[in-house]
């Protein structure tokens, strides 16, 4: 019989059918917010709301509005 630690189990938010453009990677939220992102939620005055995502494999910002 295995033993599971669920301690070490990270789960991620993933986007399907969304994927990286540099290397075909998931894409996962981001913790970190952007200039950018800040500055688009300022200028629509918060009617859009852009997500940060990272790709899991080369580590790639994506800003998603």
Known sequence: MALI???????K???????????GGNLVVSNRKSIAGRLAR?????A??????VCET???TFLLL
Do not use: Q, W
């Open 13 to 23: 938010r993933t986007i399907l059918g969304i994927r990286c453009t540099a290397c």
């Open 5 to 11: 630690d669920l301690d070490k189990i990270i789960i």
């Open 42 to 46: 300022v200028i629509s005055f918060g």
């Open 48 to 53: 859009v709301k852009p997500e940060s995502y």
């Open 58 to 60: 080369c580590k790639k």
